[in-house]
């Protein structure tokens, strides 16, 4: 499956951006969807993640509370809803994806459980 994230760009700390990450190339909900993120010196971190039908969500502690996951498997889309960004949350955000039986109840937060990664979008926040 081939993964194309958008909707990065400059917002002003306490601003929102929607990212979305559109697959193709595969049966979409047959896919645990999720996001990561790599600020410049730092490792690549999780930051969310969406069961195949939707029904259920993980985030990191870093964004919970500020950040939805969401998915349209009619659109083979997910989306990341950012709100009250913060300089910390400034990094290239990545979607990944990682097929799964529909029985499977895990949530993935590491990267190494991903199969297909996404070439990432660019969130800058300014002060």
């Known amino acids: 499956v081939q993964l194309q994230a958008s909707g990065g760009g400059l917002v002003q700390a306490g601003g929102s951006l929607r990212l979305s990450c559109v697959a193709s190339?595969?049966?979409?909900?047959?896919?645990?969807m999720g996001w990561f993120r790599r600020a410049p010196g730092k490792d690549r971190e999780f930051v969310a993640g969406?069961?195949?039908?939707?029904?259920?969500?993980s985030y990191a502690d870093s964004v919970k509370a500020r950040f939805t996951i969401s998915r349209d498997n009619t659109r083979n889309t997910v989306y990341l809803q950012v709100n009250s960004l913060k300089a910390e949350d400034a990094a290239v955000y990545y979607c990944?994806?990682?097929?799964?039986?529909?029985?499977?109840?895990?949530?993935?937060?590491?990267?190494?459980?991903?199969?297909?990664w996404g070439q990432g979008t660019q969130v800058t926040v300014s002060s």
């Open positions: 990944a994806a990682k097929r799964l039986i529909l029985t499977d109840v895990r949530h993935l937060s590491t990267a190494f459980q991903y199969d297909y």
């Open positions: 190339g595969g049966t979409f909900s047959r896919y645990y």
């Open positions: 969406i069961r195949n039908s939707g029904d259920s969500t």
